[in-house]
């Protein structure tokens, strides 16, 4: 990023889609880099606490939940909990 002339600080929300290693093993360092908020499912924080993967949640991050809208500069996502790695959410 840096090499690309972006800053790591403009970083906001990183989103991390399911709790494994590959897709949390670096959370701590891009955390400290970046001074983002984490948002990810309940499901995928037992997952990736369960495991010790994760550092321990901040008041700045946050659950995603099945339907939840989440507004990035002018775009608006739209979470979907769906099974794969994690456990569907019951309905
Ligand atoms: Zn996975």
Do not use: W
Not at 15 to 33: C, P, Q, V
Request: cysteine-free.
């Amino acid at each position: 990023m840096m090499r690309m002339g972006l800053d790591p600080q403009d970083i906001e929300i990183i989103i991390i889609s399911h709790g494994h290693f590959d897709h949390t093993g670096s959370l701590e360092y891009l955390k400290e880099l970046t001074g983002a908020s984490v948002g990810m499912s309940e499901a995928d924080y037992q997952l990736a606490t369960i495991a010790g993967e994760i550092p321990e949640r901040d008041e700045n991050d946050f659950v995603i939940t099945d339907g939840m809208e989440i507004t990035l500069g002018d775009t608006t996502l739209t979470a979907l909990v769906t099974p794969g790695h994690t456990p569907a959410p019951s309905r």
